[in-house]
């Protein structure tokens, strides 16, 4: 190569170099923060202490062989089960040693570090002990306790609701629990295919105790869905216990680790003590004695739901740091010839796909933030009642209103955060298709959350059938309105057709609008129910008859509740971090109203100018947090060990590690384990064609079966057939 | 147990008895069809003809046990991407013997049967045959073919364009093809580790030669990206050749079958001739001669991109399959005590979830088609270009067109398609959930098609930038406009404010109103675009100032698009298939307006209560296709095999059929593996905490770690923690 050839392509080179290399740009995004980040980290975290305890957990595990990560894509079926309940191991001694709020807060690091495992180790310590807890008697938990139940040492748990045929009505489950007077004990059975208890977590390998929703039947009388304590498998060698018959319910969209199976029971006796009876009780002579206040039950539900919004806002996070520091890395198009490629970030059209989603994690942080609170205060009432303190009328109300809040916030929440990690994804490109890169994995981890504790349509259904009983009643008492559903009483939106953008992005003045358009949207669903019961319907065929109404009157209301706590929650945090905050909350503000704006047009709440005005604004407001997201997402304080993605590494040098990865987990090999059997084969191939002896008669006798109708061209080369995707 | 409690539980059982079984439920469903299923399916497929073959390929495919599919979601990445390659071995006495539209017809059946095998396949007939097909010289091609190119005979290829660290820039690729002038060959270099091939399908385990695209430098100087033909490993022994480094980029979101890798070149040499010369040429001296028309090499991408809108439509009906056989016989909540449980299709709201996508799917065909008609056309106008007979500036236009029409449907439809995916996997509730199903696996697969083959964000901005370009053109030259933009010429809407519902929900009126949202949406973004330009910026700039109305006005345009070629596409049907596919172009029509209402009514184009009158048809039409439901699902002809969901089966036996495939696919074992390694520690673990002496100094010198803020309850009991979202 000549001398000056060899400088031009040194030119080239440097031109290249001196580009600002991955980690550089990066770090450049965090020079001028606009705000205090590490004040952001504690403000979401709920104070400096538990991000100190945070960072705490997240390098114990980061450290512990047994939490190892990065290798997860490459486990088999039996391996990351096998590495799931060895978690559980470390874990115990943490359970049994941690004050009560010190092991909750590593629950929660636990919950985004490995979904599978915090399902797997809930399922025993939620929902198996949490049925104990809130449905046994004294005495029965005392020997649950002995039994094991909260150290795993004899009894590891699962909870065996949902049927093969039966998920979100319980009151229709088919297993049976007959009471035998003689032995005094209940019969477990599974009288038929459908009964077959399925996905119960633990079952398939771990759980050597099961509680179990059955129908409890006596002397033929069926008295409801109760819960029963059933051995599976003998503790010491894991034998199955007669009658029960267990298997896997095998590979699933994600959550491997969990090892969900099927149980059918065939006559299994228990002894009648097994029955859980703190609320309902079966005498030795079969007299069921039913409890006061059975609507209290639902309360445990509750909690469940409450945290799910929290993950929802959670994992929005983890995703978010993801795709906005990639997009703050990766480089794509460059402005002129000759020019450094411009950052994914740097284009409107990533601005707008990412930022709104960032606004939506914070509104979905405050969501979760105000239905924890309103569900504390519903269980100290629950406390006092059972003192007698409270007056059970007042306990039956707020329960209503958080059971029906948080059930449309677990609903709306999941399903937002679904969506936010799936168009993440995508922001990443084709390496968002990887197993290695976070996201296709949260996506399939994730997925269950809008199905699981409560179908996210079902759900809906039920804030919507709560929101037509606040109405009517509020239409009844004129005035008394639970506080989640003041709006109820607005009618008017507070902006006139000559309001400036300005006042019309205001959030506060937006959230009252909210309210306005949820309240119409629940008048409606309330007209509609009206009129079927007018007609003479049913209330429950009158509900069904304005589902489609009910889920739009829900939908609403969590778009103003959501907005209103956006805007309240601000008012609590530290003055610096107000700016940023108030940023955020306009861009939700008026990115959701955007993406719902036929509500207020329709309405003749804003006019098509002011509609324009918000539109613009929604650029606007990301452009103007543009410089802040790297920042922002740095905030949410995960460790790269959490992100657990090459491609969201704080220090950016994303590319090499991304490869390492990708190498570290499929060593090279010098062929692959199938060349002999499949490979060379082809390679090798011979492909003669089977020709028998030419035939005297006319060959025009024969099938013209390839031919086709005369549409397809038969003249297309074969060589172009087969291509991916080709037409 | 007494004979009287005998009797009652006998009752019982008959009550549930007497429910239908699955099957029943199911084949109710066919008793009353409104139109002729068979011809429908006729309809789909073009033709009865086309149905016969499909039928047989469906046959022998799911004869064949190299082709088994029940077993998939229990294989290895190892076991999966051999059955994967060993399906080729069968294929290419098909591709050899068979007429090629007989054998495209074959490979479309393929591409839903098993997705990555098509990817694999395709990978090596499409791109890499492709490749040579459309860049190389005919002596090349000759001898390509003879090395084994179509055969696979001693030559498996993969297609190498993508790098790690680019993607949709194609023109800022880094690896180089650097000519030595001394030996005539060329130096395939690649420089950095972003330069590295990234995803090349094939690489990783099964390809002998890559087309590899590189910058050409000669002389030190750039002359852009070509294409280079590169020997990886000797077709013999399979190793890797001097200077080629190879991975596996391993485990991905879905598609596992097929064995993407990475390839690093170091100082690579090849002769000249593997350059691809057809368009651009190198001479033995060094010497460039560019093509006179190198846009047209841009028209082989498009044949890709209209394969995966008409794709979308097929994964959208093989979803439906699944998803409303489900709803037809899955039952839910009694409509009062004592009754059999509902139906859930028979619940408005679940109509109102899956019957707008069922209309989608139609309106997906009927785009696919038109444009695949667009496709061929422009095809035969390339063709007589070469042959002199067209001319140049034309076909220019045509390829603009179909260029960014086949974007724009690319994306907007992969992106329906997925989300209608996931939007069926819920409706199956936890079993959506399951590897089993075919949703969550179905989703999985799909999702690459968002991302691969030109970015969705990126493509519907080119077809945005078309538009533009239109826009401007028309108003230069007042009429003339492309066939597939003529809507730009209309300004006002065509009904009124005191048009009936009837009228406004009117299928041909409401397309036309589409079109003329849709050039407003044109306008806007066109508005925008030139007051960059007016403003001084550059064209790029500009085009970046509008991108988010670009996107925009793409997506009014693929609605505008779609909603004419359904209207246009039912003209076209049998008589007896019309009503059912007006019903649902009806659907369609109103849904997606309803959908997108805020463009109508800020430009005033109807009222308020015109748009009430349009939602509520939508939620009449639901009620009004719901009885035919199944039997459109039926009429989309694919058999159980290619289905591969016990929960999507003909026969209705979805229980019975699942619970036997979870049982084949994960035999019941005595104990789990990991029962003596963690199972048995953990049940009979002794947690006694380590305890020193007690110590004489104060005691409240010592840590206050685990003290949390005021806020946190330090009451809750032990029992209540790791609830699985517990809060």
Known sequence: ??????????????????????????????????????????????????????????????????????????????QIRERTLNKA???????????????????????????????????????????????????????????????LNGCTGCF????????SNVAALETTATFDEITDEFIIHTPTLTATKWWIGGAAQTATHSSVYAQLIINGKRHGVKTFMVPLRDPVDFKLRPGVNIGDCGKKMG??????????????????????????????????????????????????????????????????????????????????????????LDYAIHQHRLLPLMAKSFALHFSGRAVAELNKSLQKQIESLSKGTSEQANVLESLKEVHATSAGLKAFGTWTTLGLIEECRQTLGGHGYSAYTGLSSMYQDFAIQCTWEGDNTILTLQLGRYLITCYRQFLKTKGKLAPGVQYMALSSAPFSASASTDEVCDPVKLAHAWGVVAAAAVRQATQEFESSLEAGLGQDEAYENCSVERLKAARMHYHAFTLSKFVEGISRAPAPLQPILQQLCQLHACNVTSEHASEFLAAGYFTASQLHGIQSRVMKLCQAIRPQAVN?????????????????RYDGDIYRAYFDLVRQNNPQEARPPYFE?????????????????????????????????????????????GRPNNE
Request: hydrophobic fraction near 40%.
């Open 632 to 648: 922002l997402v740095d905030s949410f304080g995960f460790s790269d060990y959490v992100i657990n993605s090459p491609l969201g």
């Open 677 to 721: 059997s499949v490979i060379k084969p082809i390679l090798t191939s011979n492909y003669d064609t089977i020709e028998g002896p030419e035939l005297e008669i006319d060959e025009a006798l024969g099938s013209q079966e390839e031919d086709l109708s005369a549409e397809d061209d038969v003249d297309t080369p074969v060589s172009a057939v």
């Open 160 to 167: 065996a609701m949902t049927e093969l045929g039966h998920g």
């Open 89 to 151: 191991r470390s874990l115990i001694s943490y359970l049994i040693t941690e004050p009560v709020n010190v092991f909750k807060l590593r629950m929660e690091v636990i919950s985004y570090i490995d979904p599978a495992f915090y399902t797997r180790f809930g399922v025993h310590a939620g929902l198996f002990l949490g049925a104990i807890q809130g449905q046994a008697t004294p005495s029965q938990m005392e020997y649950w306790i002995k039994k094991g139940a909260i150290t």
């Open 255 to 344: 959550r491997d680790g969990i090892d969900n199976g099927y149980i059918q029971f065939t006559h299994v006796r228990i002894p009648r003590s097994y029955m859980l009876m703190k609320h309902t009780q079966v005498s030795r002579t079969g007299e069921v004695k039913a409890p006061a206040l059975a609507q209290l039950a639902y309360g445990a539900l509750i909690g469940g739901r409450v945290s799910m919004v929290i993950d929802s806002a959670t994992f929005a996070r983890k995703a978010l740091t993801i795709a906005i520091r990639y997009g703050a890395i990766r480089r794509q198009f460059a402005p002129a010839p000759g020019k450094p490629e411009t950052k994914i």
């Open 1 to 78: 190569m000549s001398n000056k050839a060899q400088r031009r392509l040194n030119q080239i080179k440097n031109q290249v170099d001196s580009l600002p290399s991955p980690s550089e740009s990066l770090n450049d995004e965090r020079l001028n923060p606009s705000f205090p980040v590490d004040e952001m980290t504690h403000f979401l975290n709920g104070g400096k202490r538990i991000t100190e305890l945070k960072n705490k957990f997240m390098l114990q595990f980061e450290r512990d062989p047994a939490w190892k990560l990065s290798d997860q894509p490459n486990l088999s079926l039996p």
